[in-house]
């Protein structure tokens, strides 16, 4: 199968922060990949090499073979930015146009505005348009090129349900058609709903490369919230925090872990169970000295 | 060929759709002409296309400061100038395009001037003579396009307007574009050659008396040309440096 994109052991520093730190990926033609990671772990700095927007130290990127920094490289592709913000005094119908028309055979304006509501958008001031429009038109402007690639930044942040699903059946019927997606998301449901691969990032680094189903398992982990006299130490969980009597757990499996602490006669109230970030699981299952200190105790 | 329109397109009609841009770029020439300099222009034609010659100079200043200086300022800090960049095209529909909005813009503002001129004074420039003018002025302008150029990648968005207009008014005003050299302060006279705007009068000048451009004021805005072509390419690439790393 051919590469779509291609990131060549690249490292890229912003004064003493590294952003990414040797990191080599492939996307291939026809593939749906999610680049799943907290905040600062190197995901719009990723997109940034493979879109032609910095350039790395060390490594290099390359679009279908070519150089993104060369604009040829860049006609097959769509990006949606991570944050839209659009010229002040531009409509919306014009910027579709300027976006289209650099492209040799753009979708066409009526499949545009139709797949993402922008009837009754097309004369209002782009920069006046809520935030969620916005970001919807963003969206939209990735797909006017009719790209081969598209990338997505943090495509659906601060967007309602409904604008979400609509956005992501249109995904969907993308990638379904053969187009090669590269999506970023703090979330793994939105990784899930279009992904069949992920790679996790933390720390300007892969940290795993695998499929959904997998790294959803290992990233469901949740928060145990419970009042008790003496610490709950279980082996199905482990303690992150501790106020006073409030102790703070975190489990891959709550039922196990909430059976166990019965089992084990441990006294508790007051017991909330909520989902974990993403920032939690990572440092459950992949950072290294919580993997130590785990296996010490 | 077709981007170049498109980014015509982008560039001139946001500048057409803001008054914060196209009142004092159109606009302010015609009007203060139209108080201080149509006055004096109303018996004596030599007074009047000198006059005419000296606010179309300033004029075509204002482009440069504020399409060139203030617009890149401002669109720098966009986040839309990074989705731009990931568009399939180079730099030069972009350039093509700011060029070609200043030449709309300069029509737009010496044309308003000049019908202003036909009404109000006693000028009576020929044809060839507004033709030099035009001409002169679009020649002259090339250094005042990298000034601004230069204030624009080396200015914040917010500071960009008080900073365009600290270098717009004095010059114009040091280079005899609203009071003739002659009548300025002595040791204003006496800086005349190292001001720019001095020479683009100069130019604007010789054009309305019908004469040869001097030599002495092509070489030194040619200097200039060098001069702001080199501080423009190196905030460029400090601007550059600082986007991609």
Redesign the interface.
Known sequence: MAIAAELCDVT???RSITALNCVSLQLNEGEALAMLGPNGAGKTTAIGLL?????SRQGRALLFGQNPRL?????L?G?T?Q????????KVG??L???R???PEPKSREEIIEAFGLTNLLDRFASRMSGGQQRNF?VA?AFSGNPKVVFLDEPTTGLDIEARSKIWSYVRRYRDGGGTLLLTTHYIEEAEAIAARVILLNEGEIVEDSSVEEIKRRVNVRILKLTALRPPEIATASIQNREGDRYTLIASDADAAVRELVTAGHEFSDIEVLPASLEDAISIHWAPQNLRETGDK | MTLGITYLKVVAVPLMRSPGYWVPVVLFPSLLFAFFGAGPSEDDPRIAGFLLASWSAFAVLGIGFFQFGVSIAQSREEKWTDFVRTLPAGAMPKITAQLGTAALFLVLALGLLWILAFFLTSQSLATQQYLQLGFSLLVGMVPFLFLGVTLGFALPARVAVPIANLFYLPLSYLGGLWIPPDQLPKIIQDLGPFVPTRHLGELAWAAVLGVPPPLASIGALGVFTVLFLATAVFFWRRDEVSRSN
Do not use: D, Q
Not at chain 1, 71 to 75: D, H, S
Not at chain 1, 83 to 90: K, L, R, V, W
């Open positions: 890229v520093r912003y879109t032609g927007l910095c350039k604009p040829e490289a860049r006609g592709i990006v930015p944050e839209a913000s659009f010229p002040i005094n531009m014009e910027l146009e300027f976006v028309s650099h492209y963003a402007l």
